[in-house]
């Protein structure tokens, strides 16, 4: 049986006081869910004040994002170490709004200036093999892209970019999550239908099991992530190879996420 897991990705949202305030309203959610497990990724500059806000209760705070280099001359980034130092032990990986695949395109920018987070497949497997080498869990992102959907290569796409995260990791040996979100369901409105999303999560877990062991890809918990709302949570988190959800704008709102916590199956 695994465990649901639902991780409210706050992206650039929340000052410290912002982040106090939510906090206290998940921790309610949560203690109502002990079988759920259930995160929190503020920005940075929260990590500390959401920790503190969350200590000795059942939300954990994940980070959203790390650099590999354990230190140096890399300006606005943040090692494992310090997330470490924070007693973070869970980290996003490979979000597409950090590989640079927006959804939305802004109108004063042209494609090549919005894509300045330039995350790549390497750039993430460096992510995820530094993160796990430090104890931090990393939760990597995974999804196709409108166009690439259209093109009928879904699957092709997403088990690529689960193979290329997980070079040179064995997933028996490493626990990871895996959260499906594609790319034009994000921040979007329009939510995967659940037998799809539940199908491509089918596709993740089938490629860990090419890549590692049955047992792995058994236990591997994947989330969907993409436009989750409290009035389609229960219908996504009731699919067999769905294992929780990756929450961005429902889960800046305590109400909003507390129901989707609270409709995990039982
Ligand atoms: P959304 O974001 O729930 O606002 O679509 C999900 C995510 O980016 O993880």
């Known amino acids: 049986m695994r465990r649901t897991i639902i991780a409210g990705n706050w992206k650039m949202n929340c000052t410290r006081a912002d982040a106090r305030a939510l906090v206290a309203g998940v921790v309610v959610a949560a203690s109502q869910r002990p079988d759920v497990e259930v995160l929190v990724c503020p920005p940075y500059t929260a990590l500390e004040t959401a920790t503190a806000a969350a200590a000795g209760t059942n939300v954990g705070v994940a980070a959203q994002n790390l650099f590999w280099k354990p230190k ?14 924070l007693k973070i032990s869970t980290v996003l990986v490979g979000h597409s709004e950090t590989r640079g695949r927006f959804g939305v395109p802004e109108p004063d920018f042209d494609e090549a200036v919005l894509r300045h987070f330039g995350e790549s497949d390497e750039t ?6 530094t ?25 092709v796409v997403v088990a690529d970019q689960v193979r290329k995260a997980l070079q040179n990791i064995d997933p028996a040996q ?5 959260a499906y979100e594609p790319v034009w369901a994000i921040g979007t409105g329009e939510v995967c239908a659940p037998d799809e999303a539940n199908r491509v999560c089918g596709v993740i877990r089938q490629t860990v099991a090419e890549l590692s062991t049955q047992s792995a890809a058994s236990s591997l918990r994947v989330q969907y992530g993409g436009s989750v ?11 067999t190879n769905i294992d929780g959800a990756l929450v961005g704008g429902a889960s800046l709102n305590a109400a909003d996420f507390t129901a989707i916590i609270l409709a995990a199956p039982v």
């Open 229 to 239: 709302k409290p009035d389609n949570a229960a219908d996504l988190l009731s699919r």
């Open 131 to 155: 993160a796990l080498a430090a104890g931090i869990r990393p939760i990597i992102c995974v999804g196709e892209t409108l166009a690439e959907r259209s093109a009928g290569a879904t699957d």
């Open 174 to 178: 490493n626990e990871v999550v895996f």
């Open 72 to 85: 140096g001359a890399y300006t606005g980034q943040i090692s494992a170490a310090m997330l470490v130092d």
């Open 124 to 129: 993430v497997n460096r992510k995820v093999i």
